[in-house]
């Protein structure tokens, strides 16, 4: 953390789904940890959603993450309302894309002119062809954040199974775009990222190029 009043960055970081509220902790650690080891000195702060539950189901959980765009939206448009000098930057892993591009359609319906900086997706379990220019978020990636970008692996046995499974679709996370991208909007390749659940980790995860690509 910092003690600058008016940071010139804030790092937003939701978590995926089947974290509960110990998991979703050593998560932001973790990230947090990431970051420091590549000399963001920013604040972090971890954004958590109800995404644990014995008796709920995959449509479940991707609606709690819908739901919770509002709340992340809400915030965002908050702290930059209070502090205008400070860039904000989400990173996303796994389902809490789903949250993070329902936030900037947020913006969008609601007219509000609210841009974030740069949103980062890692193995982000939204469908492919729905960030293109023609799909369900691509307007409001093109208005309403400066840089998004896709960190996709291929080999990513969570969402090669799980999600396709579950949603007869291929994950933007799996295999990068499908369709024509919007302006603002590049992706890249980390295959290399050990497994699904290591993108925000520290020495096994992808978080230096992320912050490389901020620069």
Not at 32 to 54: H, I
Not at 147 to 152: E, L, P, T
Not at 178 to 192: F, S
């Amino acid at each position: 953390m910092t003690d600058d009043s008016e940071p010139s960055e804030l790092v937003v970081f939701v978590h995926g789904w089947k974290h509960d509220a110990v998991e979703a902790r050593a998560k932001f650690r973790k990230v947090t940890e990431a970051l420091r080891g590549q000399d963001v000195s920013a604040p972090v702060v971890g954004y958590s959603w109800d995404s644990e539950g014995e008796t709920l189901q995959w449509w479940d959980f991707v609606e709690i993450a819908d739901l919770n765009a509002d709340k992340l939206g809400t915030f965002v448009r908050d702290y930059q309302a209070a502090s205008p000098g400070t860039d904000v930057r989400v990173i996303a892993h796994s389902l809490g894309a789903k949250t993070v591009v329902e936030c900037l359609e947020f913006f969008m319906d609601r007219g509000y002119d609210t841009s974030i900086r740069s949103v980062d997706l890692l193995g982000g379990a939204v469908d492919d062809d729905e960030v293109a220019t023609g799909g369900e978020y691509g307007q409001a990636i093109a208005d309403h954040c400066e840089h998004f970008r896709n960190y996709y692996k291929t080999d990513d046995e969570t969402l090669e199974t799980d999600y396709r499974l579950a949603e007869w679709d291929t994950a933007v996370g799996h295999q990068g775009i499908e369709g024509e991208a919007p302006h603002n909007y590049e992706e890249y390749d980390v295959t290399y990222v050990t497994g699904h659940d290591d993108y925000p980790k520290p020495e096994k995860g992808c978080i230096p190029d992320v912050v490389g690509n901020w620069q």
